[in-house]
């Protein structure tokens, strides 16, 4: 079963990179990890921050160079604010001036190749994922986190239900 995941696994991504050659890869791409040790990258993670790190790992996050690619109504452009890069979590992570500051928090970060280590490896992936969760970009994660803070969630709802 394992052998014909793996192989579904490289046919599904030469098909993909066969579409697009440009493509820019992904860290679930470069080292897609198919074994029982994948889990480790998880553990002790929140349901939230688990699937935030699977949305960095493989770049289906709601970022507007994701949200562009899928054509979504609104999102005019992949670019960030910063208008530097498209808004990816490598340039957020990496090089995005906007988050300079409270990336300040994290193990240093200077290269793509640095990012896709960090999320690859299990002693670091999580805080990665709670950094994320932190910047606020990804509403969609509002009151997971304001669960997690142990916010007042009436007064959440109803100041959500203004704003939203």
Known sequence: MLR???ARWEADLAAARA??????LEPADTSPDLTASALAKHKGLRK??????TQIRTGKIGLKAFLH???VPGVLTPRCSCEEAD???????VDCPETARARRELPELRTPRDFIDQVRNPRTA??????????G????????????RGDNIEAWVRGGLASG
Do not use: I, V, Y
């Open 48 to 53: 939230h921050e688990s699937s935030m790190l």
């Open 126 to 135: 999580g805080a990665l994922a709670r950094w994320m969760l932190r910047l």
């Open 4 to 6: 014909d995941w793996k």
């Open 69 to 71: 690619q899928r054509r």
């Open 137 to 148: 970009r990804l509403r969609q994660f509002e009151l997971a986190e304001s669960l997690r």
């Open 19 to 24: 579409r697009r050659p440009d493509r820019r």
């Open 87 to 93: 808004e990816t979590p490598q340039h957020l992570f």
